[in-house]
Every structure is written in structure tokens, then in C-alpha cells.
């Protein structure tokens, strides 16, 4: 039987919480701004983005040439998206003023077909979806859909909708596999899970249609790919490594994927796409493709920060096992990509492994590529760092071992941006109009209604700091409904009280929720405690670059050793793991954070310049380790960092 | 006072060894002959060579084009010469009547200036010189020199010769900075050392003074491939990681270097003609530069293997203490050109430290190239393979875990078989005509003359399995000389005899050489004992790659585990650093080899399909771990090897 699950959308959620009010005040008094700067060229010492010129350009309101990649529309549509995120629970008319202005802008860039693409209209008008595969025309479309259903759900405003709808109603003409359509689907997907928001507003079938065909059609022979190619009459001298299209995760048809392969942000966009269709159509086939696929990347693809895509080189995931931690590529865009896919899992199968994993890659893998002050960025995450690598090693190249302030590809920092902006829609889950699921604990306020009753709750958390969180619930009369409550994977002990009477954890326990059903009142109370307390993780035996090492985490955050704190040379670090480790909480160190330390011992660099020596014992000293949650790393001086510490 | 210092030349010293013969037969019988069929395009599965047939067009003895790399003819001339080296000690006529054959080829293709080049006489007649930074003129002509000098004194023929030297003569009017004259020298260097063979059978000073030329040029302002890029009008759309020319080793002036920079190989050809050029000419500013470079190799950018050139990029150096072990470049040429380097490093200076490093290189890192049937080889030789990350990931793409039957640049083939090809010629040195000192320990006799007098020496060896060497005088007289034996590093308890009477190594210890000085009479008998135990070797502790690790030796070899005989997943491995080892022969495995089991534990593979776990110990067992000789890896099916095993 198909269960109706429902997110309580953000705009009936407002995140109230002490550890994520700094960042969504972040990404509205700064990130946004600086964006907008940056997508006008405003800012000085930044690569140019020439985005919203583009499109001024493509519409008639300026003179010039298309400038950036073929996808820079996109960074565009990110920060509208945004926006529209950001207006949901914090009206701000001079960004609804900006936004509004951009809108007007993008309109101008619509052609009278529908079609949107500043690159092709300025540049290339007569080679319009010539090349699917390399062209991102439908990426941007997809990002364009993505920022109208949110800015249309935040302030109500139909003409960016209708500039959308209007846009998709042509790809429904243009795209199948009737005589005079394009059998094909986008190089870099994305549209596939944007086609569902723009059905989601809309209710109108043929977008869940296209999205459906698009991944119907991926994969499937004569392949798409080599077929325009041909006609394009291309000539490559040298195939690249995805000449077998798995970079474009169409090496097979979806239904037969059974690992994450290819460039991995696609793959994250590719999957949360199927997922929702799985969802939305029941394909029990397409569910089952997403369980495997994710299997796959979490039990043996996937970095314990939530960091996804182990080689640099097509920023892609490799093979099983392979994480090596100081060439990681470890997209932000990709963690960013994961919490989407696991937030369409939820979906399908309330199992708390896929909220664990949203939690992971939010506090780690995504929380890391901006700074604490909210104007760098990192777009690659890896898991170690030796600064004099990174610039001497050809292998290192990608890693930055300091934050950018933005990038010629500026996939990250809006990412980062919209996903924080719309943080509030992924906590809660209405399932069946009779449960009520909490994935994510983050204080503030929801909401909805339940059984035709209105209902609110409101959470008050420590996370993730500790783990003590409260529930107050509001309701007008008593309501009979389960409240699900995610036990986090990283919990070993934890404690629930509901009006201060304990719960039996075991007897409710499901899939890693918690249920209590019960007749709820107004200002029933629950009180939940997550004891965090240090973890020593090893990782599987198979994973080569984590042997005799460990990573310490506590709670959903994953710490590491920056050379601020403990010196350079931080591989002769050697943890105690039956040490003793202190929890503090440091104020002046950045942002308030949790800090860990941890006894151990430094081997000595006392050799001097002898570079082998036989059946000897290098000398060590004791020495108190001090590790720092991994997202904070790279907010002070630039140095070395390291996850996976020695223990021996 | 400068000392007068002779090595004693391949033609006066027969290599009679248990160990080498086999090598030296399998150069003799398999090698040459296959690289003659290989260089004449008659090997089916291998890539074409083109090598003499380009020779043969420049020579008007064919028609057709110019077909491989601009160095290709240098191929040619490493067979020459290591033919040479070959016939000097085991006459072969067919061979001989090949080479002639080769050398009439090589008298057609010279131009009637005495230039010879294939490439530019059949390809670019009109651009000679243009381009010495990227073109291998210089390069191709010092093979040839090292050929003909080597040929030459092999079998006393003088043809070839007579073409070096007109070629020599002509590069003497081309190079220098009179008018008219080429202020410049080779991008890749071999000339310069290869300037001074000639110069050693010839003895005409104009030769070395043109190595030294192209040696004091180097490096100096204007920049001469600078000056002469410009002129070429060339055009760099993306500057070259070696764009300050230290790829080169042309960063700054030769005597201003204090570390090794840039492409491996071409760093220690430099160096050895510079080695030289001190010796000949006394020039302690050169000889300064040397010690400064070499120690900067051997402390600090050296496997423990005598591999050298820490990134594939470039084939190249990278900085201090950067050793990964599974992705080395470690070229078969850069460890021979390290014995190179350090053979001429004897001559400034009779110091152990020097044949230390040419025994390791040599053991180790040089014959690790080639396969223990002589046909197929290691271009690139690192100390840690995975064959999945091998296939998959592009970082280790240069990584091959097979051997391979010839190369498109095929420069380590032909170099290996050069090197053993004159290994006779390494083992001893005369040094002012009053001490003779031992090297390296190769069975097998070298006759000689010291104060007028005629000595043979008959060395027995069991290197490198045992340490067991016995050195017999024979000489017509009583003669007062000194005789320094090498005491290798690695030994830590060594012992000697003369007719039984034991020797205070002590007394006569003198920079890694036991001095025994005496009348020594016909028949004298001098027995070396050197203890060869497993030693168990740790790195400097800035070396990142091996934290926690031990690598095992024995003697002069570095030992490696296989996956053949340990079974995949070789890092999770630990070695019990105080557990007993054994030392055993093995005849069936491959050749007859020393191998040594150790006691260990393995982590159990036993977590199925999860990534990581919470604050647990994975499981062991006991198991014996087999290592057997680096050099020997990769003779049996492919498989994962690792030097450095986790001692904990």
C-alpha cells in the first residue's frame, strides 16, 4: 500500500536554533549579498561570473558577448532559488526587490518559444540541443525550474511560474520519442528532480511525465549520446574515460545501475530525481535501483564525513573502497547532492539510515565548503591535507588547502546557499496523515495540520553540541497521532520522556524511529537525551588508506586535527584510545564550538637529515591532542589537517 | 693534492657470479637480440620502434618517413653500446657483424658536416638547433658518443670512432659564444658525460671543455631557452609546470644548485657529467655542487629502493620527504642514472657512501626494471601496487602492474641492458696507482697493473644472498699496496681475514672502507664476512607515507611482500617487529632467491558490507608473512605488493 508522505515544507517551518541562526542570518546578511555582487561583477579580487550579464544580453537589455561556461545561467537560478528559500521565513523586501528585478531579467531572456539559455541564444541559436550531453541547456533549466517553484511558494508571485511553466510546456513538445522529438536527456541531470517541484506547484502530470522519460530514456541503446554525436559529425582524438558514458551515469539504462558511477554531483541529481519518481508513480523497479545505488555509496563509496566522489579526476567516484583521504575530490556540491537523495528516500522508506546521512552530510561533508563567516568556500573537501602538496604535487592540484573567496565554476557557493536557506522543509515528515516524523533535530517552530487539525511543535535543541532536545507540542484539542522520533545511528544511549514519564525506546522502535502513539495534548512535552559521546571509528578492513588509524567523532559532527592547534607534521600524532578525551566548549576559537581533546604521543622529528635507519623505534613524547569539529577547519591560519589519526 | 683515480675498465674485469651470470647471460642471449628485433620493428605484439629504419632513410638507404619520438635514434645507440659492453668480455661475432651492420647505418646517416640526427634530416632539415630545449639533438649525440667510445674499446675498431668525433668536431665549431656560435645546451642533458668518454679515449681536451661549456651555460641570464623560444615564436597558451626551466635542472646556474629539481633522469645525467668535469678539472666549486644535490637525493628524496623522481608528472623530483609509495615514478633510467651519478661521486671521492647508493640502485630500484626472463619490463617502479587503482584511478595511471614487453619511449629497455651490460667495469677503482679499492661485491677476476706490476684479483661472492666473499691475490711478485674493501652500510658486524689471520677493521676504517696495507704476495687470501641479517628499516619520521610502517632489508635487497604469496589485501598486514625471521632459498619460485618469512597478524576482512564502526578492534589472526625480493616482484600473476608493512 502506497504511503502518503509529505515534508512540512519550510514555509510552515521556522529554524529557531542557536547553532543554525549564525548561518541562515549568514546566508541572508552575507551570502546572498556577496553573491548577488558576484553575479554582477562587483566584486574586485573574484574570478568575473558575467552571469546576470548574460542573460541581460540574451534579452535584449545589453550589448555584448556571452562570457563564463555554457551552464553560468545556473549560478543565477541558484541564488534565486535562494532567495526564495530565504523569503519563506524572513520577509526582506530589498532581496524580494533584487530578486523580483531578476525575474523581470530572466523573462526578457525567454525566447518566444519558451526556451531559456543565454548561452545559445547569444552564441549559438542555430545549435540549440545539438549536444545533451555536454550543453547543460537542461541543466539550467532544471536550476530555472528549482528557483520559480520556490520563489512562486515564497511570495506568491505568479509570473516567475508562469515564465517557467511556459519554459517546461515546451520541453514537453520538444522531448519523446515521437516523429520530431529529441529522444534524448540531459549530459548533467538535474531537471529530472526539478520537472517534480514545478509538478509539485503545479499539479500537472506531464512534467512528472517528462522527468519519468528522461530517466526512462538514459542509458538505453542506440544511445542518445553517440547518436547526436555522430550528427554533430564529432571527432574525439582522444576518448576521454567516460567513453563507456558512465561519467554521465548512462552507461546502462537506470533500472540496471546497481553502483554510483560517473561525476558525482550528476549521479546525486540523477538519483533524487528517480527516487521521486519511484515515489510518485510506485516503480517498484526504480525504488529498488535507488536502494542498491545507495547501498553501494554508503556501505563502500561514501567518506565518514558524508564527502562523495574519491577521484579528482572527473570528479567522480571510483571504485568500492577507494578513499584515499588527501586526494579526495569531495564536491560540496555532491554531500549537498547526497542530502537530496536521501531526503527523497525518506520518501519512499522512513529508515532512519537515510536521515542519518543527511545529518552526516550536513554537519560535515556540505557545513565544510563555507567558512564560518560565510564569504569562503571550499569546493573540494578532502579528509587530509599537507599544504606543500597541494601546491608542489600535480596529483594535489585540485585541493586548496585555503578557502576561495568564489570560483570560475561557481557550483559550490550557491549550493551551499539554497541548501541552507531551505534547511527548515527537511526536518519534519507527515506520513499517512497520522504520523509525524522528525529526521532532524534543529530547534524552531512547525506548523501543519494533522488529521484536520491544526498542530504545532515546537523544538528546542543542543545539536550538535549535546544531544538534549525538547518537543512541545500545541494543539487546539487532544490528537491521536505517532510521533516518529529518528534515534541517530551515533546513539548508544538514548533516553525519552514524555511529560517526564520515560518511554520504552525498545518497544516503539522501528527502522530507527522511535514511535509514540498516543493521544497528544496542548503543551505535552517531550524530552528527548542523546547522550554524544566520543566515538573511535575505524573504518572497514578493505579501506586501504585508514589502516592502524582512526577518526574521532561525537555526536553527528566528525572532528579533525588542524595545525593551529597541534603543530605541523600532524601524521606523527598518535592517539590513545583508551585515553581519557575532554569535551569543551571554546568561545573565543572562532565561532563557539565543541572542542575534543584527547591524549597521546608525538613521534619526535629529532632524525635530523638521515633518511632511513634500521631497527629503531622513533622517539615519542606525550602530547594532548586537540581536534576540532572537521566544518570549522580552515578558519585561521593555513596549515595542515587531518581526519584519520594514527593509533598506533 | 689531486688523487689519480681509475676504474678499473669492463675489458680488464670478467664477471664470473653465481647471481650476475645469469643477468649476463640473459643481456647476451636475450636482450640484445630481442631489442635488435624490437628496434627493426620484427616484434609482433610490441609497438613499432621505426628506430634503425628512420636511420636507414637519413642515410638514403630507404625511402619513407620519420616515425617516432625526436630522441628515437638514441634506442640505437644504447644497443651499440651496450654491445660493446658485451663483446668486450664474451666475443660474439653475430652480434659483432650486427653491430657493424649498425655502425655503416649510422656512417650513412651522418651529414657531410658530421651532424647525425634522423629526425631533422628526413623531417626538419631546416631547424636544426632551433629547439634545444625540447629536441634531443644533444641527447642523441651523447648516446651515440657512449656507444662509439664503449664499441671502440670493445673491438678496437675505428669507425665509429672516427663518425663520433667528426660529429664531436662539428658540435665543437656549433657550440659557444664566439660569433656565430650556439651560446645554449640540451634540454635534456647526457651529453655532457658522454662528451667526456670521448674525451677519455680520445684525449682531446676540446671535448671536455665542451661538456664543460654546456654545463656552465646552464642556468644562466639571458635564459638561453627563452631567448631561443622567442625566436622560434613560440606561443604557450598554458604555461608548463617547468616554466621557471627547473624541469630542466636550467632554473639557475649548475654551481647555485643545492637540491635535485625536475625530471628525474635528466637530474642525474647532469650530474654525473658534472661529477666528471670536477674530477677533470679540479673544480671544488662543481664538486660542492655535487655533495649539495647528492645529499639532497639520499636524505631526503630517495626510496628506499634507490628509486628517485617522487611524481609522475614530469617524471620528476617533487620537495623533501614527498615519498608516496604507490604512486613513485621511480624510472628504471633515474635509478641507473643514480648509480651513474654515484659511480662518478667515487672518483671526487673514495667514500662508502657513494657505493653504497650504487649497490642499492642497482639491487633494487634498476633491477626491479627488468623481469627475471629478460623480456619484459618496468618503466616506472613503485613501492606499493594496487591493480584496481591501477585500472581505475588516473593518478595512478602511470602505474603499471605487469611488465611490459617494450615501451613507444622505450629508454628503460636499452638502458638496463647498458648498465649490466658494463657492470664489470664498477667493481674496482686504482687510486694513485697504490690503492685498490673493492666496490661492490661481484665474483669474478680483474687483472690489472699497480707500480708497473701485473696483479689479477679473483673475487667469489655470494651477494646478494650471503655475505660471504673471498678476494685471491695473484701477482708475479711481492707488491706494497693498499687494498680498501667496502664495508656496505647495511652490515653491521663484519669480519675479515688475511690467510686466515683476522684483521681490526677498526684501525684501518677510513670513510666506509677497511684500508689493509701491506706486501702482498701470490696467492694471498683475503675472506669478508658480512653478516646479512633482516633489518628492520623505519623512515624519517617527516616521511608521511610511512607512519607506522617498516620495511624489511637483508644485505643489500629490499624485500617486498606479493600478493602471490600472502594473499590479497597485503595492508592489512601487520609485521611482529620482535617476532623471529627466517631466511630460506627457494630454487622452484623463479630463480633461486633468498626469501624471508616473518611472524604477523592479519586483520580479518570479517565486517561485510559496513563502512565504519564504532570504538572497535578489528580481529586477527596469526599468519606468516612472505617477502621476497623487490626486484623480484611481478614475475608471477598480477598481483598487490607493498615494501612498507604496518608494524602495528
Given at each position: 500500500?502506497?504511503?502518503?508522505v509529505e515534508?512540512?515544507?519550510?514555509?510552515?517551518v521556522?529554524?529557531?536554533?542557536?547553532?543554525?541562526?549564525?548561518?541562515?542570518?549568514?546566508i541572508r546578511?552575507?551570502?546572498?549579498?556577496?553573491?548577488?555582487r558576484?553575479?554582477?561583477?562587483?566584486?574586485?579580487?573574484a574570478?568575473?561570473?558575467?552571469?546576470?550579464?548574460?542573460?541581460?544580453?540574451?534579452?535584449g537589455q545589453?550589448?555584448?558577448?556571452?562570457?563564463?561556461?555554457v551552464?553560468?545561467?545556473?549560478?543565477?537560478?541558484?541564488?534565486?532559488e535562494?532567495?526564495?528559500?530565504?523569503?519563506?521565513?524572513?520577509?526582506d523586501?530589498g532581496?524580494?526587490?533584487?530578486a523580483d528585478?531578476?525575474v523581470?531579467?530572466i523573462a526578457?531572456?525567454?525566447?518566444?518559444?519558451?526556451?531559456i539559455?543565454?548561452?545559445?541564444?547569444?552564441?549559438?541559436?542555430?545549435?540549440?540541443w545539438?549536444?545533451l550531453?555536454?550543453?547543460?541547456?537542461l541543466?539550467c533549466?532544471?536550476h530555472?525550474?528549482?528557483a520559480?517553484?520556490?520563489?512562486?511558494?515564497a511570495?506568491?508571485?505568479?509570473?516567475?511560474?508562469?515564465i517557467?511553466c511556459?519554459?517546461?510546456?515546451?520541453?514537453?513538445e520538444?522531448?519523446?520519442?515521437?516523429?520530431?522529438?529529441?529522444p534524448?536527456?540531459p549530459?548533467?541531470?538535474e531537471?529530472?528532480?526539478?520537472?517534480?517541484?514545478l509538478y509539485?506547484?503545479?499539479n500537472?502530470?506531464?512534467?512528472?511525465?517528462l522527468?519519468?522519460?528522461?530517466?526512462?530514456?538514459r542509458?538505453?541503446?542506440?544511445h542518445?549520446?553517440a547518436v547526436e554525436a555522430e550528427?554533430r559529425g564529432?571527432?574525439?582524438?582522444?576518448?576521454?574515460?567516460?567513453?563507456?558514458h558512465?561519467y554521465?551515469?548512462?552507461?546502462?539504462?537506470?533500472r540496471?545501475?546497481t553502483s554510483?558511477?560517473?561525476?558525482?554531483?550528476r549521479?546525486?541529481?540523477l538519483?533524487?530525481?528517480v527516487?521521486?519518481?519511484?515515489?510518485?508513480?510506485?516503480?517498484?523497479?526504480?525504488?529498488?535501483?535507488?536502494?542498491?545505488?545507495?547501498?553501494?555509496?554508503t556501505?563502500?563509496?561514501?567518506?565518514?564525513?558524508g564527502?562523495?566522489?574519491?577521484?579528482?579526476?572527473?570528479?567522480?567516484?571510483?571504485f568500492?573502497?577507494?578513499?584515499p583521504?588527501?586526494?579526495?575530490?569531495n564536491?560540496?556540491?555532491?554531500?549537498?547532492?547526497?542530502?537530496?537523495?536521501?531526503?527523497?528516500?525518506?520518501?519512499?522508506?522512513?529508515?532512519?539510515k537515510?536521515a542519518d546521512?543527511m545529518?552526516?552530510?550536513?554537519?560535515?561533508?556540505?557545513?565544510?565548503?563555507?567558512?564560518?563567516?560565510?564569504?569562503?568556500?571550499?569546493?573540494?573537501?578532502?579528509?587530509?591535507v599537507?599544504?606543500?602538496?597541494?601546491?608542489?604535487?600535480?596529483d594535489?592540484?585540485?585541493?586548496?588547502?585555503?578557502?576561495?573567496?568564489w570560483?570560475?565554476c561557481?557550483?559550490?557557493?550557491p549550493n551551499?546557499?539554497r541548501?541552507?536557506?531551505?534547511?527548515?522543509?527537511?526536518?519534519?515528515?507527515?506520513v499517512?496523515?497520522?504520523?509525524?516524523f522528525?529526521?532532524?533535530?534543529i530547534?524552531?517552530?512547525?506548523?501543519?495540520?494533522?488529521?484536520?487539525q491544526?498542530?504545532?511543535i515546537?523544538?528546542e535543541?543542543?545539536?550538535?553540541w549535546?544531544?538534549?532536545v525538547k518537543?512541545?507540542?500545541?494543539t487546539a484539542s487532544d490528537?491521536?497521532f505517532?510521533?516518529?522520533?529518528r534515534?541517530?545511528?551515533?546513539?548508544?544511549?538514548?533516553?525519552?520522556t514524555?511529560?517526564?514519564?520515560?518511554?520504552?525506546?525498545?518497544?516503539?522502535?522501528?527502522?530507527?524511529?522511535?514511535?509514540?502513539?498516543?493521544?497528544?495534548?496542548n503543551?505535552?512535552?517531550?524530552e528527548l537525551e542523546?547522550?554524544?559521546?566520543?566515538?573511535?571509528?575505524?573504518a572497514?578492513?578493505?579501506?586501504r588508506?585508514n589502516r592502524?588509524?582512526v577518526a574521532?567523532?561525537?555526536g553527528?559532527?566528525?572532528y579533525?586535527l588542524?595545525e593551529?592547534?597541534?603543530?605541523?607534521?600532524?601524521?606523527?600524532?598518535i592517539?590513545?584510545?583508551?585515553?581519557?578525551?575532554?569535551?569543551?566548549y571554546?568561545?573565543p576559537?572562532?565561532n563557539?564550538?565543541?572542542?575534543?581533546?584527547?591524549e597521546?604521543?608525538?613521534?619526535l622529528?629529532n632524525?635530523?637529515?638521515?633518511?632511513?635507519?634500521a631497527n629503531?623505534?622513533?622517539?615519542?613524547?606525550?602530547?594532548?591532542?586537540t581536534?576540532?569539529?572537521?566544518?570549522?577547519?580552515?578558519n585561521r591560519?593555513?596549515?595542515?589537517?587531518?581526519?584519520w589519526?594514527r593509533?598506533?
Amino acid at each position: 500500500m502506497h504511503r502518503q508522505v509529505e515534508p512540512i515544507p519550510l514555509q510552515q517551518v521556522k529554524i529557531s536554533d542557536p547553532f543554525w541562526n549564525h548561518y541562515l542570518e549568514l546566508i541572508r546578511k552575507e551570502v546572498l549579498p556577496y553573491q548577488w555582487r558576484a553575479l554582477n561583477d562587483l566584486i574586485p579580487d573574484a574570478a568575473k561570473s558575467h552571469a546576470i550579464a548574460n542573460l541581460q544580453i540574451a534579452g535584449g537589455q545589453a550589448e555584448g558577448e556571452f562570457h563564463g561556461f555554457v551552464f553560468q545561467d545556473s549560478d543565477v537560478y541558484k541564488w534565486l532559488e535562494a532567495v526564495g528559500y530565504s523569503l519563506a521565513t524572513h520577509p526582506d523586501p530589498g532581496l524580494e526587490a533584487l530578486a523580483d528585478q531578476v525575474v523581470e531579467i530572466i523573462a526578457k531572456a525567454q525566447q518566444p518559444d519558451g526556451y531559456i539559455n543565454s548561452y545559445f541564444t547569444i552564441a549559438k541559436p542555430q545549435e540549440r540541443w545539438t549536444n545533451l550531453r555536454d550543453c547543460h541547456e537542461l541543466y539550467c533549466a532544471g536550476h530555472f525550474f528549482e528557483a520559480a517553484a520556490a520563489y512562486y511558494q515564497a511570495t506568491g508571485k505568479a509570473k516567475v511560474l508562469e515564465i517557467a511553466c511556459k519554459f517546461a510546456d515546451y520541453l514537453v513538445e520538444v522531448f519523446g520519442t515521437n516523429p520530431g522529438q529529441i529522444p534524448g536527456y540531459p549530459g548533467h541531470e538535474e531537471v529530472e528532480l526539478a520537472l517534480i517541484k514545478l509538478y509539485q506547484v503545479t499539479n500537472d502530470e506531464r512534467y512528472l511525465k517528462l522527468s519519468k522519460f528522461f530517466i526512462d530514456q538514459r542509458g538505453q541503446e542506440p544511445h542518445y549520446f553517440a547518436v547526436e554525436a555522430e550528427k554533430r559529425g564529432e571527432i574525439r582524438r582522444h576518448a576521454p574515460p567516460w567513453s563507456d558514458h558512465s561519467y554521465h551515469q548512462a552507461h546502462k539504462p537506470v533500472r540496471e545501475h546497481t553502483s554510483a558511477e560517473g561525476h558525482a554531483v550528476r549521479a546525486m541529481y540523477l538519483y533524487a530525481g528517480v527516487a521521486d519518481i519511484a515515489y510518485y508513480t510506485q516503480d517498484r523497479e526504480l525504488l529498488e535501483t535507488c536502494l542498491k545505488v545507495w547501498d553501494n555509496i554508503t556501505r563502500r563509496r561514501m567518506y565518514i564525513t558524508g564527502g562523495i566522489g574519491s577521484s579528482a579526476h572527473a570528479e567522480a567516484f571510483s571504485f568500492d573502497y577507494d578513499l584515499p583521504n588527501e586526494r579526495a575530490y569531495n564536491e560540496t556540491c555532491a554531500s549537498i547532492g547526497l542530502f537530496f537523495f536521501a531526503h527523497r528516500m525518506l520518501k519512499l522508506a522512513q529508515d532512519s539510515k537515510f536521515a542519518d546521512v543527511m545529518e552526516l552530510a550536513l554537519y560535515n561533508g556540505a557545513l565544510s565548503g563555507i567558512s564560518l563567516d560565510g564569504k569562503r568556500f571550499f569546493y573540494v573537501n578532502p579528509l587530509e591535507v599537507w599544504p606543500e602538496a597541494c601546491e608542489k604535487r600535480n596529483d594535489h592540484r585540485h585541493v586548496k588547502p585555503t578557502r576561495q573567496p568564489w570560483f570560475g565554476c561557481a557550483c559550490c557557493p550557491p549550493n551551499i546557499a539554497r541548501l541552507l536557506a531551505s534547511l527548515a522543509g527537511y526536518i519534519y515528515t507527515k506520513v499517512d496523515d497520522s504520523e509525524l516524523f522528525t529526521h532532524l533535530y534543529i530547534g524552531g517552530t512547525a506548523e501543519l495540520t494533522l488529521k484536520g487539525q491544526r498542530l504545532a511543535i515546537t523544538q528546542e535543541s543542543g545539536f550538535p553540541w549535546d544531544g538534549t532536545v525538547k518537543l512541545i507540542l500545541n494543539t487546539a484539542s487532544d490528537l491521536d497521532f505517532t510521533l516518529a522520533l529518528r534515534i541517530p545511528a551515533w546513539c548508544q544511549n538514548p533516553s525519552i520522556t514524555v511529560n517526564g514519564e520515560p518511554i520504552d525506546i525498545k518497544s516503539g522502535f522501528e527502522h530507527g524511529y522511535v514511535k509514540i502513539q498516543r493521544t497528544w495534548s496542548n503543551n505535552d512535552r517531550v524530552e528527548l537525551e542523546f547522550p554524544m559521546q566520543v566515538a573511535l571509528i575505524t573504518a572497514n578492513p578493505k579501506v586501504r588508506a585508514n589502516r592502524g588509524k582512526v577518526a574521532l567523532t561525537r555526536g553527528p559532527l566528525v572532528y579533525c586535527l588542524e595545525e593551529a592547534d597541534n603543530g605541523d607534521n600532524l601524521h606523527n600524532l598518535i592517539i590513545n584510545p583508551d585515553g581519557r578525551f575532554e569535551v569543551k566548549y571554546k568561545q573565543p576559537l572562532m565561532n563557539k564550538i565543541t572542542i575534543i581533546t584527547a591524549e597521546g604521543r608525538r613521534e619526535l622529528d629529532n632524525w635530523g637529515d638521515v633518511l632511513y635507519k634500521a631497527n629503531t623505534e622513533p622517539d615519542t613524547e606525550p602530547v594532548t591532542l586537540t581536534f576540532i569539529p572537521y566544518y570549522s577547519w580552515a578558519n585561521r591560519e593555513t596549515g595542515e589537517m587531518l581526519v584519520w589519526v594514527r593509533k598506533q
